[in-house]
Structures are given as structure tokens and as C-alpha cells.
């Protein structure tokens, strides 16, 4: 096992404890030299905040542990492409090498649709190493989304046996 699949895995099992709470699966760990420095999984739903994104959470963790705003040095790893929103903070936090896992078309903010952390126009860039652990980054997102997809089939179904019994107990009146 390499160095980058050792810090993904776990990534990934920051990201299993983001999908047994509810949320969408992703983990992030930052690296420094040898040293982790954080770990943490997305936790917007639990916290309501939109910005309460793995990465983001480990940046701030790793900027109060080392008492510094620069994290050049460090390595990012986390199992699904970084958003524009992450990719931003990466750039701007210094950080110079992100590992992810699987790639996100949808919002990818590193490679997929935008190219913000290798932006040759911007102050700062980051070595990007996709595709680290992929399968098994991919299969928590497909496992979690198809779960999510049974329990809002279960919930809608309960919903209309409700009503079902509800018209039913009016038409004997």
C-alpha cells in the first residue's frame, strides 16, 4: 500500500462516519510531512451550514493546530474532487499537493469542470493527483445515494398508504 492509499483510507473512513450520520460521504485528512494534522467529514446537514464541507473543516483545524494560515507543506487528501468553493480555500490556504479519490462531474473544482487548483492565473498552485482509491471512493457515494433513494421511496410509499387508509375511513362516513 502506497503512502497516498494508506491517508485514503482514511479519508474514506471519515467518510463512512459522515454517511452513517446522514451525510453526503466524504472525508478529507491533511498531511504534514508524516503528521496528520486533521481529519473530518462533510457535516452540513448536522450543522446547517453550507460551507461545512470536509475540506473546509479540515483547513480550519489544520490552521488552529499549526497556528499558521499557510499550509504549504501539506497534503490534502480527500475521496471525491474538491467543489470551486474547496478548491478556492485550497488555493488560498497554500496547501501544495490534494489527493483525491473519484471525480465529481457535477461540481468538480479541480479537474472534472473547473480548473482552480493548477490555474496557472492564480496566486498559488497545487499538485493534483486524482484517482487514488477510486473504486471504493466512488462505491461509498453510489452505496450511500442508492440507500438515500430506498428510504425516500419507503417514506413516499408510507405517505400514500396513509392517505389511502385516510380516503378510505371518509368514504365510510
Known sequence: MTSHEKYMQLALAEARKAADIGEIPIGAVLVCGEKIIAAA?????????????AE??????????????????CTLYVTV??????S??????????????CPDVKAGGAESIFNIITN???NHCAEVVSGVCEEECAQVMKD??????????????????????????????
Open 41 to 53: 467529514h462533510n457535516m452540513r446537514e448536522s450543522w446547517q451550514d453550507g460551507t461545512a464541507h
Open 88 to 101: 478556492g480555500a485550497i488555493v488560498n490556504s497554500r496547501i501544495d499537493t490534494v489527493v483525491y479519490g
Open 56 to 73: 473546509i473543516i479540515v483547513i480550519q483545524e489544520a490552521c488552529k493546530k499549526l497556528g499558521r494560515w499557510r499550509l504549504s507543506g
Open 144 to 173: 450511500f445515494f442508492q440507500r438515500r433513494r430506498q428510504e425516500n421511496k419507503a417514506r413516499k410509499q408510507q405517505a400514500s398508504a396513509k392517505m389511502n387508509c385516510c380516503q378510505e375511513e371518509k368514504n365510510r362516513l
Open 120 to 122: 496557472p492565473n492564480l
Open 81 to 86: 474532487e474538491p467543489c470551486p468553493m474547496c
